[in-house]
């Protein structure tokens, strides 16, 4: 069955960085599209970044210069280096991937594969 388990989730100042990794199995293969989202308490889950299987990739506007995304297409492996975190970064943060493997999309919907979640938390 495919699988995505999520890590490197903590707890961090604002302004310091957390690295993390989602590590997918079973058949999200290489050529899936991956995406990071997260989901504060109260609040509709949000697509931060995404990229294919060409290493392209797409950001929001409210995490683009701070967060990068990458994938080790060798270990299926995707990972979200974020910086600069603010106390507003913090949420539940989940991977996903779609079999389609194609577009730009971040909307929740469209991804079939989702990970349990890794919390990050940032104080002021």
């Known amino acids: 069955a495919e699988q995505l388990v999520e890590s490197g989730g903590g707890s961090v100042q604002a302004g310091g960085s957390l690295r993390l990794a989602c590590a997918a199995s079973?058949?999200?293969?290489?050529?899936?599209?991956m995406a990071w989202f997260r989901q504060a308490p109260g609040k509709e889950r949000e697509g931060l970044a995404n990229?294919?299987?060409?290493?392209?990739?797409r950001y929001t506007e409210s995490v683009k210069g701070r967060f990068t995304i990458s994938r080790d297409f060798a270990k299926n492996i995707v990972y979200l280096q974020m910086d600069s975190l603010k106390p507003e970064d913090t949420a539940m943060y989940y991977c996903?991937?779609?079999?389609?493997?194609?577009?730009?999309?971040?909307?929740?919907?469209?991804?079939?594969?989702w990970g349990q979640g890794t919390q990050v938390t940032v104080s002021s």
């Open positions: 079973g058949y999200v293969y290489t050529s899936y599209l």
């Open positions: 990229i294919d299987r060409s290493g392209i990739t």
């Open positions: 996903a991937a779609d079999s389609s493997g194609l577009g730009l999309s971040l909307r929740p919907s469209d991804y079939q594969y």
